[in-house]
């Protein structure tokens, strides 16, 4: 080691230059912006998707499609899920908490019975909504249907 090259500790000196101080910073002047423009001034923030004055892709794509505020989305659950139901829990009264244990649906969700599938057995059924096929396929095996 000789003092030639002395160094100090790592992580010890900070940098020292601060930006816009004067010409004796090193970064002075225009403290490093650039000349003119948006982004040399103070305050600048750019919005997002700003393309530079060129209309934005968001704004350049077309717009399709309408979704009603007031639209009722219900979670479909068909007539074979209803079957395996029966089938596997011995089940007769099948009502919206019986779906919801059993993971068909979820507790917030409004359930309707839709027509796929065969339905073999006698089944109570309760809902917030029935297809027509679905209605016909459990008042054909002497259940009942009701929406809630």
Do not use: C, W
């Amino acid at each position: 080691m000789e003092l030639n090259n002395l160094k100090p500790a790592k992580g010890s000196v900070k940098n020292k230059t601060r930006k816009g101080r004067g010409q004796g910073s090193g970064k002075g002047g225009t403290s490093t912006r650039g000349h003119k423009g948006a982004k040399s001034r103070s305050g600048y923030s750019k919005k997002i998707g700003f393309e530079g004055g060129q209309m934005p892709l968001q704004r350049r794509v077309p717009k399709f499609g309408f979704k009603s505020l007031n639209r009722i989305e219900y979670k479909a659950v068909n007539l074979d899920a209803l079957q395996k139901l029966s089938d596997e829990f011995k089940v007769e009264e099948i009502t919206i908490n019986t779906l919801i244990e059993h993971g068909l649906a979820n507790t917030k969700d409004r359930i309707k019975i839709l027509g796929r599938g065969k339905l073999t057995s006698k089944v109570n059924v309760e809902a917030h909504g029935f297809s027509e096929a679905a209605k016909k396929a459990i008042e054909a095996n002497g259940g009942e249907v009701k929406t809630v």
